[in-house]
C-alpha cells in the first residue's frame, strides 16, 4: 500500500487543517488507489477515479535497463492491474532521460543459445502481450533494443518530443529478439525495419510519428499526464468491449485481411449478445450517459 504522503490530493479543498490527520484519513479513505511494491518499477492508481494502472520502471543508474527481475517484475505488475476491476487500462512509463535503453548486457552477454531454451528468455514480454486491457507507453528519452520492443508491445505508443527509438543490437553482434524485425515490419514497412535494424541508427519522436509507429508526440513533462487522459477516457467505456475491441484490433495485426474482416464481423455480432450493448445503445437513444456493467 502506498503511504499517505503518496496520494496527491489537495487537503485544505476537503477542509483538513492538520496535515498529519489529512493524511491519516486521506489513507484510509483513497486505499483503493493501493498497488502493489517492487524493487525495480513503481505502480499507483491514476485519475479522477483511480481506475488507471500507471507502472514506472524505476533502475535509474542503469537507464531503466530491462535486467530479469525488472522485466519480471513488470509482469506481475501488469498482471495485478489486469485483474483488477477497478481499472480499465494501463500506463507504462520510464523518467525522462530514459523509458528503458535496452536490455542489460552484462547480465545477457554469458548466455547461450541451450541456457536460452531452457530458460525461455523473454517469456515475461509474452505474458505482458497477454493482458486483455490496452496499454499505453509514455516513452520518454531512450527506448532502445528492448526498450523499443516492449513499447511496441504496448496497444498505443505516446512519446515525449525528445524521446529516441532504435534497435541497435546489430551494433553488438545480435538481432531483436522480442519483436523488433517484426513489429516495425507489420507498423511501418519492410523499408524502415531494415533501415532500423540493420543499420541500428535510433529515430527521434517526430520521425516515429511520421512513419506510424508512435501516436502522438507532447512536451515531456506533459507526455505522462496525457497518456493518463487517454486511458481515464478509454476506462470510461465498457471494459467488456475494450477487451473485444483490443483482441479485434490486434487480430487486423497478425492476420490477413481477409481473416481480419471475418473476425471482426464475429466479435461485432457478439457484442449484441452483451448487456453492455444494450445499455450503451440505449443511452444514446435516451440522450443520457451509460452506465456499462462490465457484462
Excluded: W
Excluded at 9 to 18: D, P, Q, R
Excluded at 123 to 146: H, M, Q, Y
Excluded at 147 to 165: R, V
Excluded at 224 to 232: F, L, R
Amino acid at each position: 500500500m502506498f503511504p499517505a504522503s503518496k496520494i496527491v490530493v489537495n487537503c485544505s479543498k476537503l477542509g483538513f487543517t492538520n496535515k498529519l490527520f489529512a493524511q491519516t484519513i486521506l489513507s484510509s479513505r483513497f486505499s483503493s488507489c493501493a498497488a502493489p511494491s517492487f524493487e525495480f518499477i513503481l505502480t499507483e492508481k491514476k485519475g479522477e477515479k483511480c481506475n488507471v494502472g500507471l507502472i514506472t520502471l524505476n533502475r535509474p543508474k542503469a537507464l531503466n535497463a530491462l535486467c530479469d527481475k525488472l522485466v519480471s517484475e513488470l509482469s506481475q505488475a501488469v498482471e495485478h492491474f489486469d485483474n483488477d476491476d477497478s481499472v480499465g487500462a494501463l500506463v507504462i512509463t520510464g523518467s525522462e532521460k530514459a523509458f528503458a535503453a535496452g536490455a542489460d548486457i552484462k547480465e545477457m552477454q554469458s548466455q547461450t543459445f541451450s541456457s536460452n531454451v531452457k530458460k525461455g528468455l523473454l517469456k515475461d514480454f509474452e505474458k505482458i502481450r497477454g493482458c486483455r486491457k490496452p496499454i499505453i507507453a509514455a516513452v520518454n528519452g531512450f527506448a532502445l533494443g528492448g526498450g523499443n520492443e516492449l513499447a511496441m508491445l504496448c496497444d498505443i505508443i505516446y512519446a515525449g518530443d525528445k524521446a529516441k527509438f532504435g534497435q541497435p543490437e546489430i551494433n553488438i553482434g545480435t538481432i531483436p529478439g522480442a519483436g523488433g524485425t517484426q513489429r516495425i515490419a507489420k507498423s511501418c514497412g519492410k523499408s524502415k525495419a531494415m533501415e532500423m535494424c540493420l543499420t541500428g541508427s535510433p529515430i527521434n519522436a517526430q520521425e516515429a510519428e511520421s512513419m506510424g509507429l508512435v501516436s502522438k508526440v507532447f512536451p515531456a513533462d506533459k507526455l505522462v499526464d496525457e497518456a493518463i487522459k487517454t486511458a481515464e477516457k478509454i476506462s470510461s467505456h465498457s471494459p467488456l468491449i475494450v477487451a473485444l475491441c483490443k483482441e479485434s484490433v490486434n487480430t487486423a495485426f497478425e492476420t490477413t485481411l481477409t481473416e481480419g474482416l471475418r473476425y471482426e464481423k464475429k466479435i461485432f455480432y457478439a457484442t449484441f449478445a452483451t448487456e453492455d450493448q444494450k445499455e450503451g445503445m440505449g443511452a444514446f437513444v435516451e440522450k443520457r450517459k451509460p452506465n456499462f456493467k462490465n457484462n
